[in-house]
């Protein structure tokens, strides 16, 4: 069944294709190709000054030690042994375990639990709804550092402070930002084939997981991979919960921050930051990968943020 | 994560209007369904149960320890009265971390915008292409902060770093980016800028929604691209353009990771004073020394000036912004 109702699909069709007449210049002419060039000067400029950080750590991450800083974009000495030596060096194996599956487990939770609530102020019409929305809105809102400690007395309470539980249980709640997202999906499925659906005997928890589930999967994946790269890339976290346990334990941001420190020689280190760079091209890899198949939902997430009534 | 969250904020209102006119047919009789209404609570419980431990809870708690002295070893908190709170104001490194991030917030802020804008711009206008140049444009948005950082940390080396060798290249001296106490701030912001294409993103959909034949019966009329950018473009995106003010502020008042990975995440090195976030020493103080209660005090203090300035900022916004359904 093929029902776009999405909320955000509009934006995401106008963001991401270009307008067919974006000026009146006629593109044939000589003056129309001067014209595209001219514009292209600043865009690719642009694009040179955003790929140079990339290039750059890509580089390093060939170079041996003594070279990593000389900015050379063709490494001098070509050393890919980085590439076999950095897991003795650091846990890498073990950070990338860790990352990916707190990554996938609070993405999922939170995707999952999201829509569920999300569906119940969609679809449900219930005393103190439009009150319990207004809340979820509110704590939007909120700075973080309100919660932090007492969310880290609740955890130590638990006995699960060096544990990876506290970087993805909370998802198991839902997150306001997402059942905003998703509610807003829902409410732009037509109400009648729900009721048609109950006139047929299908229960609540069907209408949601028989009918709704499967019709919002666009504004799933915006979800999941919103969550993941939030995940992916989450370093307090790791700073707070995991930090005195074991290197083993760590996620990759918590890993490469440790790492900066291990090699600085102002610690002892020897300034192998080639294993640095290595660690780092190989944190980012996913996310570009993450972005290549999945553009589109994020520039329509973010959109659909943007967006005002 | 903070920044996705707040992003939805100022949406919030629109959400409300949206809701308001798509209210269905039979929705006038207040009468509910005992069943549809148990169901529906029995759908929205997770998340309220969320809400009554992790965040009302957790205030209510944050707000007891901010009161009390919290030992951590026997988990105990002994009430201290408003001490927490008196030595807030005479702690001068509390003051002046929020001197630097209020400084950096009003040093970034705007030129994130006007950068975030300009590319928009560029985005917007080009005939070809854009599609190519937006997915290059994004990619700092992708990289996991702590990459960044490691590449940062080395391009804004004072002597080797590759900016500097750059500057030095077309006659300039660069300065001391991550020494000098003037340049400390300037070395964040341009990292923000480069990660700053999500701002772009929600500039350039409301660009695209500006409706064409308003530039062109400018452009009969005489109006010049600088008269049409002032008088059509900036009043047809204020609403997109308050709500990016309004979520960099939040965020820029709440940045940790850069000046974190850049400065504090090695204990033996001395970090220059202008580099102490107010996040950050709210980090320290909660999670390297357990001052639970001081800490709790000052997330209190940032709760209260960040609720301020976005509400003098909704306050402006609200003379400024327009917003179509007036029209």
Redesign the interface.
């Known amino acids: 069944m093929t029902v776009d109702t999405s909320a955000a699909a509009p ?1 995401l069709s ?6 067919p007449s ?4 006629p ?1 044939r002419t000589a003056g129309g190709i001067v014209w ?1 060039v001219l ?2 000067v ?2 690719v400029g ?2 040179l000054l ?5 290039a ?2 890509l580089a ?1 991450s060939f170079k041996p030690r003594g070279q ?4 050379a974009l063709i490494p001098r000495t070509f050393q890919p042994e980085n590439y076999a030596q950095v897991w003795n060096e650091l846990p890498l194996l073990n950070w990338l375990g860790n990352s990916l599956f707190i990554a996938i487990l609070a993405a999922t939770l939170v995707t999952v ?1 999201s829509s ?2 999300a ?3 969609a ?5 103190g ?1 439009g009150i ?1 929305f207004g ?20 955890w ?2 638990l006995g699960l402070v060096g544990t990876n539980v506290p970087l993805w249980g ?1 998802n ?6 997402y ?3 998703q509610r ?1 999906f829902f ?1 732009g499925l037509p ?1 009648e084939i729900f009721e048609a659906a109950r006139v047929d005997g299908v229960g ?1 928890w069907g209408l ?1 997981w028989r009918m709704a589930f499967p019709l919002s999967v666009p504004s799933f994946v915006i979800v999941f991979l ?1 969550e993941f ?2 995940s ?5 976290a790791g ?2 919960y995991l ?1 005195a346990g074991s290197e083993e334990g760590y996620t ?2 918590l890993g ?2 440790s790492a ?2 291990k090699y ?1 020689p ?2 002892g280190g020897h300034g192998d ?1 080639q294993f ?2 290595v660690a ?2 190989l ?2 890899l996913p ?2 990968l ?2 290549a198949f999945g ?1 589109r939902y ?2 329509e997430g ?8 | 994560m903070t920044l996705t969250k707040d992003r939805a904020v100022a949406d919030a209102a629109g959400a409300d209007e949206r809701t308001s006119t798509e209210k269905r047919p039979g929705h006038k009789a207040k009468k509910y369904n005992r069943k549809e209404a148990i169901a529906g609570y029995l759908f929205v419980a997770p998340w309220v149960i969320g809400f009554l431990i992790f965040t009302l809870g957790a205030m209510i708690y944050s707000l007891v320890i901010s009161f009390s002295h919290y030992q951590l070893a026997t988990n105990t908190a002994r009430p201290a009265g408003f001490s927490n709170y008196e030595a807030l104001v005479q702690d001068p490194k509390v003051m002046m971390s929020l001197g630097n991030t209020l400084y950096f917030a009003i040093l970034a802020v705007p030129l994130q915008i006007i950068f975030a804008l300009l590319l928009a711009m560029l985005l917007n206008n080009a005939t070809k292409g854009s599609a190519f140049f937006r997915t290059v444009y994004y990619l700092p948005k992708m990289t996991p902060a702590v990459a960044t950082a490691a590449v940062f940390f080395l391009l804004l080396n004072g002597n080797q770093g590759a900016i500097n060798k750059g500057l030095a290249a077309i006659g300039i001296q660069g300065p001391q980016w991550l020494l000098d106490p003037d340049w400390v701030k300037p070395s964040i912001v341009i990292m923000t800028l480069w990660g700053v294409s999500g701002t772009m993103v929600i500039f350039l959909a409301a660009l695209k929604n500006v409706p064409r034949d308003l530039y062109e019966v400018a452009e009969l009329d005489g109006a010049g691209p600088v008269r049409r950018f002032f008088s059509i473009t900036l009043p047809m995106i204020s609403g997109p353009m308050f709500f990016n003010v309004l979520v960099l502020t939040i965020a820029a008042l709440q940045t940790f990771d850069e000046a974190y990975l850049l400065f504090y995440r090695d204990t033996v090195q001395a970090a220059p004073d202008a580099s102490l976030f107010y996040a950050v020493y709210l980090f320290q103080q909660a999670f390297r020394q357990f001052n639970f209660g001081f800490a709790s005090a000052m997330a209190w203090l940032i709760f209260v000036i960040i609720m301020i300035i976005s509400l003098i900022q909704v306050r402006v916004g609200n003379r400024f912004v327009y917003y179509e359904s007036e029209r």
């Open positions: 934006t106008s963001a991401g294709r270009e307008k974006m000026t009146r210049k593109r595209q514009q292209w600043p865009l642009f694009s955003f790929i140079y950080p990339f750059w750590l390093a990593v800083f000389d900015n639990m569920i609530v569906f119940g102020f679809y449900f019409k219930f005393p709804r319990l809340i979820v809105l509110a704590t939007m809102m909120l700075p973080g550092a309100v919660t932090l400690v007492p969310q880290f007395l609740i130590n309470n909370m198991l709640f839902g997150s306001a930002f059942i905003f997202l807003q409410l109400r609540y949601f919103f790269q939030a992916w890339n989450n370093l307090q700073l707070i930090n990759v941001p490469i921050a900066m420190t600085s102002t610690n930051y640095v760079m780092a091209l944190v980012t996310m570009i993450l972005f553009q994020f520039v973010v959109a659909t943020a943007g967006r005002k009534g």
